[in-house]
């Protein structure tokens, strides 16, 4: 099945204490990206990958870190976590033709005390 | 930027009763339009696409026409089932540093009632 995973789902943690949410997708995709998702802001792009060793940012990426060191895997880094990091996070990828469909993971809750 | 506007939620309505949630974009050029729907508890899910002027897309009852003239990609279905409660999102993409990024509205809540 076609699907793109996220790890963990839901995960509280406390100011300052690093962190990495993974993401990995079984279709082969070179385009992967992380967005947030906030109340009455929709999604928002913090960054994008479109192969290994290239990432670059998007419009919200203060404060977050990125790695793409193999097809599959995306994983986003919170260095130094801060209470306006809690949000819900969702990645996605694509093949990234124009009109093509982002398939997303199921999303991870982070809550930041 | 290029931006989407969709309508404030929540949409509270009956079984069967017709649905419009209105989206409006501002793009320079000339994006694809997308519906995504996020049904609770998961991740977002791809409703339906159009990716010119005039297109028509269409999936599961849902539809929504490409309006180049007013700028509008309005999702409409004639009769809404409990099972549609979800948060629906309008999106464009835009092309930023060769990756086609979407750029989503806010979100509109829908909840059916028996």
């Known amino acids: 099945e076609a699907q793109v995973t996220q790890n963990p789902r839901y995960l509280i943690t406390v100011t300052g204490k690093k962190l990495t949410v993974t993401c990995s997708q079984n279709?082969?995709?070179?385009?992967m990206s992380w967005y947030r998702q906030d109340p009455g802001l929709g999604l928002r792009q913090i960054y994008y990958s479109m192969n290994v060793e290239v990432t670059d940012k998007g419009d919200v990426p203060e404060g977050y870190k990125v790695s793409r060191k193999e097809k599959r895997n995306f994983p986003l880094i919170l260095e130094s976590p801060s209470p306006n990091q809690t949000s819900l996070y969702f990645c996605?990828?694509?093949?990234?033709?124009?009109?093509?469909?982002?398939?997303f993971g199921p999303g991870t809750r982070l809550t930041v005390l | 930027g290029d931006s989407v506007t969709q309508m404030e939620g929540p949409v509270t309505l009956s079984e069967e009763a017709f649905l419009t949630i209105n989206c409006t974009y501002t793009?320079?050029?000339?994006?694809?339009l997308f519906w995504y729907v996020q049904y609770p508890g998961e991740g977002l899910q791809l409703l339906l696409k159009a990716t010119k002027a005039d297109d028509k897309g269409s999936n599961k009852g849902f539809e929504a026409t490409y309006r180049k003239e007013t700028t509008s990609f309005h999702l409409e279905k004639g009769s809404v089932q409990v099972s549609d409660s979800a948060v629906y999102f309008c999106a464009l993409s835009e092309s930023a540093g060769g990756y086609n990024k979407l750029i989503f509205g806010a979100g509109t809540r829908l909840a059916v009632h028996p």
């Open positions: 279709m082969n995709h070179e385009y």
């Open positions: 793009a320079t050029g000339y994006p694809s």
């Open positions: 996605a990828s694509t093949i990234n033709f124009e009109g093509s469909e982002q398939f």
